[in-house]
């Protein structure tokens, strides 16, 4: 007590230390106590003072201790709501939820103030991606203790529907069940009705309630919760219903509307029910994606009597669907309705001979022998024949455009570093970025430190430091270089940390058995250690005056560079000496091609710079590496509890890079062992493509561990690089081919869409091996490597957009090793479905080896089936 009161004593003599103090100690009752009876006036002072405390202290993570006295401290100080709200807002703020509400309740009732509901209004106006759950609750709590209506923002929903799935647990109590929380919950009414309008708020809806540990779960707790709400008349059942089949029929991602298949499956809508839906849950039947149209095709099974005419418009748009399950259904339906209905079984017949013209082999005979049974000519439903044979039909891409001109305006640099900072995303290339900061540091410094200020402190809080974890990070090396050019550098910080730094990558005495370019790191590739080097280079070399901007600038978009431009740009620095990895990343961007012509020119300059390029363009630049397959087997279990190793795949195939006899391989580029399994760039790949725009199978070499633990270890966004790659000049070989293998095989659509993508341009260039791509995919489905599920998708779709050739000559070195293997993976079936549409397709006869073999067993199982089709296809002609 007696501190409290000397405390509250000093703030009110002119001391504001301690409260400082009290707050980075994170005690926000004591100073709820301290600023207890505080006079107006003297409150406003102290609000002065800790805004401008807080302005020197900007990039400081505030947690939740720091954050919920810093919560009091504001309310008790600030004189509003206006200028509260954005300090609260901030994303290094965190606070503790309702805890922080309570005590801030207490600091305004203290300071007779009422504008803590506009407060929460304000700051729930502010919501981002990557706000806690903890801050949502303590804007949830100000409003409810305010009696408001929760706002319409979408964030304010997901966030409610986070909060949910982790209930609020003081003092680490049990936690109170789901159903009993939406019970009570205050916002139920007012956001029940928002779970269906939110796009993606069907994924975090799906969340399982931990009922004592975290192995007893109850799956889909939402979802049965609502459904049991619903049981008990305390929410509308009819606006569930139509809730779901509305959010269903304006579409989402698949994993977005299960919660919403999953709440149908709950209520199990009556006949009556589905049948007063009947309009919607035919157009779910036509265009909803495949989960959700079977289940309302099941739905609407099991209604008596449905219009028919609507079922059998609506049937003509599901039997061209790829869903085979989905179609099959539908034949099923449309057999039983031509039995019941046979005065119009001539009608519904012709309805079935649309799937007389699907692309899988099996569904074309089906729909083919029930339309000759209900009277139709089978011929009529036959598909056409293929007279000749038939390649891709892809755009040949044309040259990479222009790269986008140099930043000259300082708006327009505080613009896009803004929107380099503004999120965690660090996989766009940096050098017209830092071009234009080199550009317009030498020539309008003052401007450009006004303009970076603001931006610099409103960056995502990942961009705020160096993340020690991450081998490859460049986010404290990049914020350093645009804080020294966003503000003034301390006169006790000279260049020597950047010196320190450049010291460090380079070995200046260098043995032909050393690389000139070091990685501090072992786990960091030396595309990466380059632009590690450079961006440090920058900050060594920022506001030199007179400086016209980096040589390596590109000229075109994938990264590349015109020699002549850079001819111009050695001319145009005159005597001053160039950057030294500058101007090594430029000698990289150039072709590959020998030019004596301009590299007499260079000589011309009679410069050391000048001297570098013409022997670079005599000797033809950077060769192409020796490649070889390797695999990589599963570390050693470690003693004690080893969970990494149980999700370990049990081999990897990987390669090695090493360059050609005799050359020196000066920056380690094209010499690269296999990165162990674990490796994790952590989404800096895609930067990588431009620094090596003409060596497509060294890029590929590096890529191919993120590539490959996207198939084997199911990580997310690995294979987001390949459609760049895809870009790259010269050769590829084994690294690219088991890229796009590994890429096919990758957990997640995204990553699967990037190698269908890198596939068709290389294809609709002419620099696919299509059989190379599809032999490593064979070995690595046959081993159990990567799920050949997952590849027949993206496969089909390849084939779709234009490159049934490809496909064909891709799934026909595939299969041998397939055929072979002692377990057939799943998806067998598929892909030998897939293989005999695109044989017949193209009219092209590829022999398939062990294709005769399986194709002459005894037996129907589907595999064997599918093999005797596709056996039929290439031994037709």
Same mark, same amino acid.
């Given at each position: ?16 230390? &301690? ?9 926000? =009752? ?6 207890? @009876? ?8 102290? =609000? ?18 720091? #954050? ?7 309310? #008790? ?30 600091? /305004? ?8 509901? &506009? ?24 409003? $409810?203790?305010?009696? +408001? ?138 265009? +909803? ?15 008596? &009597? ?41 009608? %519904? ?137 966003? @503000? ?58 007179? $400086? ?16 002549? /431009? ?47 390029? !013409? ?11 020796? %490649?070889?397959?390797?695999?990589? +087997? ?48 952590? =989404? ?33 966004? @690995? ?35 990037? /190698? ?17 791509? #599809?032999?490593?995919? =064979? ?65 092209? !006869? %590829? ?31």
């Amino acid at each position: 007590m007696k501190t409290t009161i000397r405390r509250r004593w000093e703030l009110a003599a002119g001391g504001t230390s &301690d409260l400082f103090d009290l707050i980075d100690a994170g005690s926000a =009752g004591l100073i709820v106590d301290a600023l207890a @009876g505080l006079p107006e006036d003297r409150r406003r002072a102290v =609000g002065a003072e800790l805004t401008d405390w807080l302005k020197a202290r900007r990039a400081t993570w505030w947690g939740i201790g720091k #954050g919920t006295a810093l919560a009091v401290a504001v309310v #008790g100080c600030l004189p509003s709501a206006a200028q509260a709200a954005p300090v609260l807002s901030r994303r290094v703020v965190a606070v503790d939820g309702e805890r922080a509400a309570a005590l801030v309740r207490r600091a /305004a009732e203290d300071r007779g103030i009422t504008w803590l509901t &506009d407060l929460a209004l304000r700051m729930a106006g502010k919501l981002q991606r990557d706000t806690q759950v903890e801050h949502w609750r303590f804007i949830a709590a100000l409003l $409810h203790a305010g009696q +408001a209506e929760p706002p319409p923002g979408d964030r304010f929903v997901e966030l409610w529907v986070l909060a949910l799935s982790r209930p609020d647990r003081p003092g680490r109590a049990a936690p109170v069940p789901l159903l009993d929380r939406l019970r009570a919950d205050p916002f139920l009414p007012a956001l029940l009705p928002r779970l269906f309008e939110v796009d993606g708020l069907g994924s975090p809806m799906m969340f399982d309630e931990i009922v004592t540990d975290w192995k007893d779960r109850r799956p889909h707790a939402l979802p049965t919760a609502l459904a049991q709400l619903a049981a008990e008349g305390l929410v509308d059942r009819a606006a569930l219903l139509d809730g779901a089949v509305g959010r269903l029929l304006r579409g989402d991602r698949p994993a977005a509307l299960r919660a919403f298949t999953v709440l149908l499956d709950l209520l199990q809508p009556t006949t009556d029910e589905v049948a007063a839906r009947a309009t919607d849950y035919l157009r779910l039947l036509a265009d +909803a994606p495949g989960a959700v149209a079977t289940s309302a095709q099941k739905a609407l099974r099991a209604v008596p &009597d449905l219009e028919l005419d609507a079922v059998l418009d609506t049937s003509r748009e599901v039997l061209v669907r790829p869903d085979k399950a989905l179609v099959r259904g539908q034949l099923a339906w449309l057999d039983r309705l031509a039995r019941r209905h046979r005065d119009r079984a001539a009608e %519904i017949a012709e309805v079935i001979a649309v799937a007389a013209e699907h692309p899988a082999v099996d569904l074309r005979e089906r729909a083919t022998a029930l339309a000759a049974r209900h009277g139709l000519d089978p011929a009529a439903g036959a598909g056409a024949t293929v007279t000749a044979p038939r390649g891709d039909d892809l755009p040949r891409p044309g040259p990479p455009p222009a790269a986008p001109p140099p930043i000259t305006d300082v708006d327009e640099l505080a613009e896009e570093v803004a929107a380099l900072l503004g999120t965690e995303s660090r996989d766009e290339p940096l050098d017209r970025l830092l071009d234009g900061l080199v550009r317009l540091a030498a020539t309008d410094g003052d401007r450009v430190r006004a303009a970076l200020d603001p931006v610099l402190s409103r960056r995502h809080w990942s961009w705020a430091s160096e993340h020690r974890w991450d081998p490859c990070c460049l986010c404290g090396l990049v914020g350093d270089v645009l804080e020294g050019a966003g @503000g003034p550098t301390p006169a006790a910080q000279p260049r020597s940390r950047w010196s320190a730094l450049l010291a460090a990558v380079r070995r200046t005495n260098r043995s032909p058995s050393q690389p000139e370019l070091v990685s501090t790191d072992p786990r960091v590739p030396a595309p990466h250690a380059l632009l590690r080097a450079r961006v440090a280079e920058v900050g060594h070399h920022l506001g030199e005056p007179g $400086h016209p901007g980096l040589l390596a600038r590109p000229t075109s978009a994938n990264g590349a560079l015109d020699p002549l /431009a850079l001819l111009e740009r050695l001319a145009a620095l005159g005597d001053r000496e160039p950057w030294h990895w500058d101007l090594t990343q430029a000698l990289l961007r150039l072709p590959t091609a020998v030019d004596d012509g301009l590299a007499g020119r260079a000589e011309a300059l009679r410069t050391p710079a000048g001297d570098r390029l !013409a022997a670079w363009l005599r000797g033809g630049g950077l060769p192409d590496p020796v %490649i070889r397959v390797t695999t990589l +087997a599963r570390r050693a279990r470690k003693i004690g509890y080893d969970w990494e190793y149980d999700q370990l795949p049990a081999r990897r195939v990987a390669v090695e890079l090493r360059p050609p006899d005799g050359y020196d391989d000066r920056y380690g580029l094209l010499t690269a062992d296999p990165a162990p399994m674990q490796t994790d760039h952590f =989404g800096w790949t895609r930067m990588w493509p431009s620094v090596l725009p003409h060596h497509l199978g060294v890029v590929a070499a590096h890529l191919l561990p993120d590539v490959a633990a996207a198939a084997d270890l199911d990580r997310r966004d @690995g294979a987001r690089a390949l459609p760049l790659l895809a870009e790259c000049g010269g050769s590829g070989g084994a690294s690219v081919d088991l890229a796009l293998a590994y890429g096919l095989g990758a957990r997640h659509g995204a990553d699967r869409v990037a /190698a269908l993508d890198a596939l068709l341009a290389l294809a609709g260039a002419g620099r696919l091996d299509a059989a190379a791509v #599809g032999g490593q995919l =064979g070995e690595l489905a046959a081993g159990q490597v990567v799920k050949l599920t997952r590849a027949v998708e993206p496969l089909r779709d390849a084939a779709t957009a234009g490159a049934p050739l490809s496909v064909w000559r891709l799934l026909a070195a595939a299969l041998p090793p397939l055929l072979a293997a002692r377990t057939p993976p799943r998806g067998l079936p598929d892909l030998l479905t897939l293989a005999a549409e695109t044989a017949t397709g193209t009219g092209v !006869a %590829i022999e398939v080896a062990g294709l005769a073999e399986v194709a002459g067993r005894s037996g129907t199982t589907r595999m064997v089936t599918e093999a005797r089709r596709l056996h039929r296809v290439v031994t037709a002609g």
